[in-house]
């Protein structure tokens, strides 16, 4: 269907109703684009292996090669479409993986077959095992391609068998003609900071910022939605609320920064781990010398491990302030005022 429909369910998830349907409606990639392209074009498609961070468009570019490769009533009888976390015992890999690969589609002009398994990384490794074997022994009858976040979760053994193609966090470039695609077909009223709130939250990731789209859009519906709004709608702390805690970290005592930065969590309901990755990334910009950038973010690295190990959040806040107290106690000079900055 195509991606201006307006008479698409109004019910379908925005990520759904705006999944790409051909190559052509990605919204990055171009050079992985043009050599699947090649491939396809020689019936040369090797077997696959993508893999990035989630919503970078590896799913979808598979999906939409198999669209290219198969007329719609054959595309039942020649993919094989499975999640590998759900089915990822060797039971699977020899069982429905197997008679779908060693059988031949009837009535289809494609030499082969396409099996297509997400989040690979979750297969045990008897099963990737047992698939590698099944990867060379029918080879002339079926392509497989292997999604996954981690590439070193799969086993050497199948990576040598793939043609690797890595996915990157998307762009600006690449994120905004898509989002204003989106808040133009949806009649979403949103202002430029609050665009840019969108994309600093996603991290390059297409599919968090159709989400949080949606989600800002059905929470105030009729208003515009501005910076503040985004970041109130998916909890994260607003930059002012990260300021005042930076501001605190560097000058206050560790009284009055424990009882002003737990104000600020509790009347916002902010939760710590939120707080410690926005503080590492406000840390980056000061003007801090790089042994001291370094020093804090081992100390919030290992405050953030025990607390999601179940750790407390009043305890690990005091150690955070900690860590910054510690700081500016061993490059305290002269009575500085802030003795940590450069």
């Not at 759904?16 to 052509?24: A, G, S, W």
Request: charged share 25%; with cysteine.
């Amino acid at each position: 269907m195509d991606i201006n429909d307006t008479e698409y369910d109004t019910h379908v998830p925005w990520i759904e109703k705006y999944r790409p349907q051909t190559l052509d409606d990605l919204a990055s990639h171009s050079d992985i684009k043009s050599t699947l392209e090649k491939f396809m074009k020689d019936e040369s498609l090797p077997h696959l292996l993508f893999y990035g961070p989630p919503g970078t468009g590896k799913t979808s570019t598979i999906l939409a090669c198999a669209r290219k490769l198969y007329e719609p009533q054959q595309f039942g009888q020649m993919v094989l479409e499975l999640n590998a976390s759900d089915d990822r015992g060797i039971d699977i890999v020899r069982g429905q993986i197997l008679n779908f690969a060693s059988s031949r589609g009837m009535y289809s002009s494609s030499k082969f077959k396409l099996v297509i398994l997400d989040e690979a990384e979750q297969m045990t490794s008897d099963a990737q095992s047992a698939l590698r074997r099944i990867i060379e022994k029918y080879a002339d009858n079926t392509r497989f391609c292997l999604i996954t976040n981690y590439l070193n979760k799969i086993i050497p053994a199948i990576q040598s068998r793939c043609t690797r193609f890595r996915f990157g966090p998307l762009k600006a470039e690449q994120i905004f003609p898509r989002m204003d695609l989106i808040i133009k077909n949806e009649n979403v009223s949103i202002s430029e900071d609050g665009k840019r709130a969108i994309y600093d939250l996603s991290q390059g990731d297409m599919r968090r910022v159709v989400n949080l789209l949606q989600s800002c859009s059905m929470s105030f519906h009729g208003e515009t939605i501005d910076e503040g709004k985004v970041y109130q709608c998916c909890g994260h702390p607003l930059k002012s609320d990260i300021n005042k805690i930076m501001d605190h970290l560097l000058h206050s005592d560790i009284r009055t920064a424990y009882k002003e930065i737990q104000a600020i969590r509790i009347e916002k309901g902010l939760a710590l781990q939120d707080i410690l990755t926005q503080i590492s990334h406000a840390v980056d910009k000061q003007p801090l010398s790089q042994k001291v950038k370094m020093r804090i973010n081992i100390r919030l690295a290992d405050i953030e491990y025990h607390l999601n190990s179940g750790g407390s959040e009043k305890i690990y806040l005091s150690a955070m302030i900690g860590a910054f107290q510690s700081t500016r106690e061993d490059q305290k000079v002269g009575g500085s005022a802030n003795p940590i900055l450069v």
